[in-house]
T-cell receptor
Framework: DAGVIQSPRHEVTEMGQEVTLRCKPI?????LFWYRQTMMRGLELLIY????????DSGMPEDRFSAKMPNASFSTLKIQPSEPRDSAVYFC??????????????FGSGTRLTVV | SQQGEEDPQALSIQEGENATMNCSYK?????LQWYRQNSGRGLVHLIL?????REKHSGRLRVTLDTSKKSSSLLITASRAADTASYFC???????????FGSGTRLSIRP
């Protein structure tokens, strides 16, 4: 199993540009999570999906952020337009969540975003 | 918002010593998990303890959970240089699928 795959690993973009981060979860996992990590705010949950449906997007900072999961094997996080304060490491994680069952999350290696 | 808070924020010990990290949380939980993050890498799941469990072991790791005090501890015995990393606790509320991470403890193992 290749694990959770994120792309790109690094992204440097100019303020105002659109940025798209991609994630391929582990096959068979039914939940997908997008986190953002910064020194100041630590790990923040942005949004999570269950069976491809967005369940909780209360962590999405503002309307500039959007996320989609068109199928069980792919998700995107888009920032449009990007701002310097969006600079962070963005992690995708997946898990198999079942009624009454508990499992840990498997994280991708992250995308380090720098907005200049 | 962060649910868990780790203590201490940073810990430096000699190789071979034991390392203990603590986590406190605020609301009722379904389970509590510990993760490790090496510099520049993603988080790796270490161990999960359910709310009805009090102690769990995995290799050199020992986790305790005290739901009355809303706290957990992670003990790493016989530490190694490779244990140098940040360690995070994460809690899953009883009625939620998501987990919320604490602020982490940076552990440094001196050779």
């Amino acid at each position: 199993d290749a694990g959770v795959i994120q792309s790109p690993r690094h992204e440097v973009t100019e303020m105002g540009q659109e940025v798209t981060l991609r994630c391929k979860p582990i096959s068979g996992h039914n939940s997908l999570f997008w986190y953002r990590q910064t020194m100041m705010r630590g790990l923040e949950l942005l949004i999570y999906f269950n069976n491809n449906v967005p369940i909780d997007d209360s962590g999405m900072p503002e309307d500039r952020f959007s996320a989609k999961m068109p199928n069980a094997s792919f998700s995107t996080l888009k920032i449009q337009p990007s701002e310097p304060r969006d600079s962070a490491v963005y992690f995708c994680a997946s898990s198999l969540v079942r009624e009454g069952g508990v499992n840990g999350y498997t994280f991708g290696s992250g995308t380090r975003l720098t907005v200049v | 918002s962060q649910q868990g808070e780790e203590d201490p924020q940073a810990l430096s010990i000699q190789e071979g010593e034991n390392a203990t990290m603590n986590c406190s949380y605020k609301t009722s939980i379904n389970n509590l998990q510990w993760y490790r993050q090496n510099s520049g890498r993603g988080l790796v799941h270490l161990i999960l303890i359910r709310s009805n469990e009090r102690e769990k072991h995995s290799g050199r790791l020992r986790v305790t959970l005290d739901t009355s005090k809303k706290s957990s501890s992670l003990l790493i015995t016989a530490s190694r240089a490779a244990d140098t990393a940040s360690y995070f606790c994460a809690t899953r509320a009883s009625s939620a699928s998501k987990i919320i991470f604490g602020s982490g403890t940076r552990l440094s193992i001196r050779p």
